[in-house]
């Protein structure tokens, strides 16, 4: 196996910790609210309260790792993940659930940070963009597969046993950190943690609109997943009849349309230029979401409709997503720990602070979720349109 193939198998790995802690148990939603008393909006914030810290620790890891290597501080935050899932395990309640899995995102935000940087560390352009969605290709098993696996152990050992399993999963990664992952950040490339440094690098990174608005077209593109994954399982189980399985294959079936189209990236971006790909997925995403929309508030309530739109909408995303990450960071290259750290804690923030607001809206039926879908799309859009003027402005400054 050549060096790429074996770094992007081991860094999708990784880069799944995270997920799994989503997707994994997102077929128990409803019946974790019934068994510890809670209800659909506390189920909710357990989600939430996850995406929510797991964008802020972002900004603690990126730098740590520009200072002292990948390895250490990614092995410690799969540490620091092991131990919430331990605690989501003997959860007595919900208030201690929802404490439990900030824990577990404060760890596992390091799975997804430092491997991203360590991407930018090994190739930029369309290499990155290449390695990038190999790794998202690894991803996805866990959308895929993992709720099915979950709704297993549901039906077995009921859900605490879920989290019992992604404990396991964060001691398996920890020896393929140690065993399999090279150190990519040589000590003479290491740059030392300044809090004059660190604020010079963010006010660069934010003051840069291009950054930005590349960072909020994924953030906003993100908080779509965000929203369907807070409400999906009530809407699909409790509007649809679904069993849990059946909410698990409908899921892996929304997110093949992501994971198809995001191995088509590079290839697109190299032939027709990453800003025209960029243009027309942000595009296609607004328009298949938009007349989703219109469908459902026209008062077509059709769960094959509402699955084939949001295919369409997803694959859009596949696009996008990987695409604006090697974007974000390819003008960055010496402060790629940090501009990692704040564009993933922007997006999962953008992501989490919607889907909170959206909460009270959700009432177990379609319209709510698709409706913020839909604003995601819509934010989207803006945010790739401002991202065009500020790269039109920039060129002829270049020049």
Not at 194 to 212: H, K, Q
Not at 285 to 307: C, E, H, Q, R, Y
Request: charged share 10%; proline share 6%.
């Amino acid at each position: 196996m050549s060096p790429f193939f074996r770094s992007a198998i081991v860094l999708g790995l990784l880069c799944a910790t995270g997920p799994l802690a989503i997707d994994m148990y997102l077929p128990a939603l409803p019946r974790i609210a019934e068994g510890l008393g809670g209800t659909m909006a506390g189920a909710q914030l357990t989600i939430t309260a996850y995406f929510i810290a797991y964008g802020l620790a972002q900004m603690v890891y990126g730098p740590v790792a520009d200072m002292v290597g990948r390895k250490p501080p990614l092995i410690a935050g799969l540490a620091l993940f092991l131990v919430g899932s331990v605690g989501c395990a003997l959860a007595p309640d919900m208030n201690w659930l929802i404490a439990a899995r900030i824990v577990q995102a404060l760890g596992g935000a390091a799975a997804m940070v430092i491997p991203r940087a360590i991407i930018r560390d090994m190739h930029t352009g369309p290499q990155a963009t290449r390695l990038m969605a190999l790794v998202m290709l690894i991803i996805s098993v866990s959308p895929m597969l993992a709720p099915l696996a979950g709704s297993g152990v549901i039906a077995v050992s009921g859900w605490r046993a879920i989290f019992a399993l992604l404990a396991v999963a964060a001691l398996m990664s920890i020896l393929v950190t140690l065993l399999l992952q090279p150190e990519t950040l040589h000590p003479e490339h290491r740059v030392p943690v300044r809090l004059s440094a660190l604020s010079r690098g963010v006010r660069t990174l934010v003051t840069d609109p291009v950054f930005m608005g590349l960072t909020f077209v994924g953030g906003f593109g993100m908080a779509s997943f965000f929203v369907f994954l807070a409400s999906a399982s009530f809407v699909y189980t409790g509007h649809y009849g679904l069993t849990p399985t059946g909410f698990s294959l409908a899921f892996a079936i929304n997110a093949a349309g992501f994971f198809a189209a995001s191995q088509a990236a590079a290839g697109l971006g190299e032939r027709y230029g990453a800003e025209r790909v960029v243009t027309l997925a942000v595009t296609g995403f607004l328009v298949s979401t938009l007349a989703l929309l219109a469908l459902v508030s026209g008062g077509i309530d059709s769960f094959p409709l509402l699955v084939a739109m949001l295919i369409c909408a997803n694959a859009c995303l596949g696009l996008v997503i990987p695409t604006v990450m090697v974007m974000a960071l390819d003008d960055h290259g010496d402060i790629a720990g940090l501009a990692s750290s704040l564009g993933g804690m922007l997006q999962m923030l953008s992501g989490g602070v919607l889907t909170m607001l959206a909460g009270p809206f959700f009432d177990g039926t379609p319209l709510p979720m698709v409706g913020a879908i839909a604003l995601s799309a819509a934010l989207a859009f803006l945010a790739m349109r401002l991202t065009q003027s500020a790269r039109r402005r920039r060129i002829p400054a270049a020049a």
